[in-house]
T-cell receptor
């Protein structure tokens, strides 16, 4: 199993550009989520999904879109990048949305918006 | 006030020392997670607790639900334990979302 695969690992964008961060898992996990991590702050939830076709907003959803057309994939789209979106982004999944199961994280994607 | 507070924020110790990292929370929870983030950035789940104590190798995690407090202990610490340790709680009213602590940065010197 590859676990949770995130691409790209690094990306530099100019203000106003759009891009998609890819996340794929091969563990048949129902729950998938996107977090951003900024210096000195805890992880903040952007969007999450409890199954194919179901997505919901987290704590900081503005400026981001997600979709979950398959169980395996959960892409995060930045519609019009802003310098405030410079951050490290993590995709994480777990087998069931609730219950006794831990999160598995991707390796992270470092995004810089100039 | 943050709902999840970790202490200390930073901890430097010598190899071999017994390490304790604390996590206090102010909400009712159904579970508490401890995670480790290595200097390279990867995040790994260490424990998920809803009561009592769990042990894995040199790592021990305990939780006291009444006191709303959890500790992560590392016995016989080693430089490879140097990492950021993160506590996160699952709110009792939300099965999906986690509330995250800011992390404790641990450095173990040889």
């Amino acid at each position: 199993n590859a676990g949770v695969t995130q691409t790209p690992k690094f990306q530099v964008l100019k203000t106003g550009q759009s891009m998609t961060l890819q996340c794929a898992q091969d563990m048949n996990h129902e729950y998938m989520s996107w977090y951003r991590q900024d210096p000195g702050m805890g992880l903040r939830l952007i969007h999450y999904s409890v199954g194919a076709g179901i997505t919901d907003q987290g704590e900081v959803p503005n400026g981001y879109n997600v979709s979950r057309s398959t169980t395996e994939d959960f892409p995060l789209r930045l519609l019009s990048a802003a310098p405030s979106q410079t951050s490290v982004y993590f995709c994480a999944s777990r087998y069931r949305p609730s219950g006794a199961n831990v999160l598995t994280f991707g390796a992270g994607s470092r995004l810089t918006v100039l | 006030k943050n709902e999840v507070e970790q202490s200390p924020q930073n901890l430097t110790a010598q190899e071999g020392e017994f390490i304790t990292i604390n996590c206090s929370y102010s909400v009712g929870i159904s579970a508490l997670h401890w995670l480790q983030q290595h200097p390279g950035g990867g995040i790994v789940s260490l424990f998920m607790l809803s009561s009592g104590k769990k042990k894995h190798g040199r790592l021990i995690a305990t939780i006291n639900i009444q006191e709303k407090h959890s500790s992560l202990h590392i016995t016989a610490s080693h430089p490879r334990d140097s990492a950021v340790y993160i506590c996160a709680v699952r709110h009792m009213d939300s099965n999906y979302q986690l509330i995250w602590g800011a992390g404790t940065k641990l450095i173990i010197k040889p």
